[in-house]
């Protein structure tokens, strides 16, 4: 069976819904590294974390926070978990003003995968971008497509390189969309 693969992105042409923050501690401080969701592994133990909302309205079933920050409502976050339990770790969070549970999602696995001659465009830091320290790394991947022989039995997982990516692969998305999930979007890759 030949598998498909999606970026699995918040739908931001949904009205009225809401946008949320950055993610902060109980202490109501923004933690310390908010880009840490997306680096593709298993994160220690933050306590209970709270996200504020930029701006309210409808709570969504998927959403992202800043930094890139999935937050999945319980439900979402149960059927990741059963999905795919080795690549997936929920983080609970408040989120201002909702009772329900929610949780951060992070994808635990960094996949080297980006197939760079097949992808729209590709673009990677050069020495006249003034940034040695981001020579050679990816700057920008727009029309990204993946090798699927890379990939594996991988079901959840960010590509190595362009960690904002989330993929899903097509029975997860299809889960997602038979739940009636909430703010999904997904573009095949």
């Known amino acids: 069976m030949v598998r498909r693969y999606f970026d699995l992105s918040d739908d931001m042409t949904i009205p009225g819904r809401w946008v949320l923050g950055t993610p902060t501690d109980a202490q109501g401080r923004e933690v310390d590294d908010p880009w840490m969701f997306y680096r593709g592994q298993q994160l220690p133990d933050l306590g209970r974390l709270k996200l504020p909302m930029d701006v309210p309205g409808r709570a969504l079933d998927f959403s992202q ?3 890139a920050a999935p937050v999945v409502h319980a439900r979402v976050a149960s059927a990741l978990t ?30 080297q995968c980006i197939d760079e001659r097949a992808s729209r465009h590709v673009r990677k ?3 006249e971008d ?38 899903v692969r097509d029975d997860i998305k299809e889960a997602l969309e038979h739940m009636g999930a909430t703010g999904t979007e997904f573009e095949e890759v």
């Open 82 to 111: 059963e999905l795919a339990p080795e690549e997936v770790q929920t983080l609970p969070v408040e989120i201002e003003g909702h009772p329900e549970p929610f949780f951060i999602l992070v994808a635990t696995q960094l996949i």
């Open 130 to 167: 003034g940034r040695p320290e981001k020579l050679g790394k990816y700057r920008d991947v727009r029309g990204m497509r993946i090798d699927p022989a890379q990939v594996g039995d991988a079901k959840i997982f960010r590509p190595r390189g362009w960690a904002i990516a989330l993929i």
């Open 65 to 67: 926070a800043a930094f």
């Open 125 to 127: 830091w050069t020495p």
